[in-house]
């Protein structure tokens, strides 16, 4: 069973910056994509950053140019910079690892940007 642990939520005021990481359990699968997705509340959850294992990226519209994903596929870890935050980014944000035979999903954290 893979477990994925995440870090660095918290409350920021807006124009301020936060770093979530997210990291793997050790697993013998290689690692296709990792990414971050949010959930706000009585929204759906959606895609804010994914990187392929060939360091392919694709962001959201609204968090392009404020936000960083980057990955360490051989540490099984992934972290999202985000800067110049807004209110309407605060949510529950989950880490996803996407392996060739499955996918997991992080616990969560919170993010909250205050105005």
């Known amino acids: 069973q893979v477990q994925l642990v995440e870090s660095g939520g918290g409350l920021v005021q807006a124009g301020g910056s936060l770093r979530l990481s997210c990291a793997a359990s050790?697993?013998?699968?290689?690692?296709?994509?990792m990414g971050w997705y949010r959930q706000a509340p009585g929204k759906q959850r959606e895609l804010v950053a994914r990187?392929?294992?060939?360091?392919?990226?694709n962001y959201a519209d609204s968090v392009k140019g404020r936000f960083t994903i980057s990955s360490d596929t051989a540490k099984k870890t992934c972290d999202l910079q985000m800067n110049s935050l807004k209110p309407e980014d605060t949510a529950v944000y989950y880490c996803?690892?996407?392996?060739?035979?499955?996918?997991?999903w992080g616990q969560g954290t919170q993010v909250t940007v205050s105005s």
């Open positions: 050790r697993s013998r699968f290689s690692i296709a994509a």
């Open positions: 990187i392929s294992s060939g360091g392919s990226t």
């Open positions: 996803k690892v996407d392996y060739f035979h499955g996918s997991y």
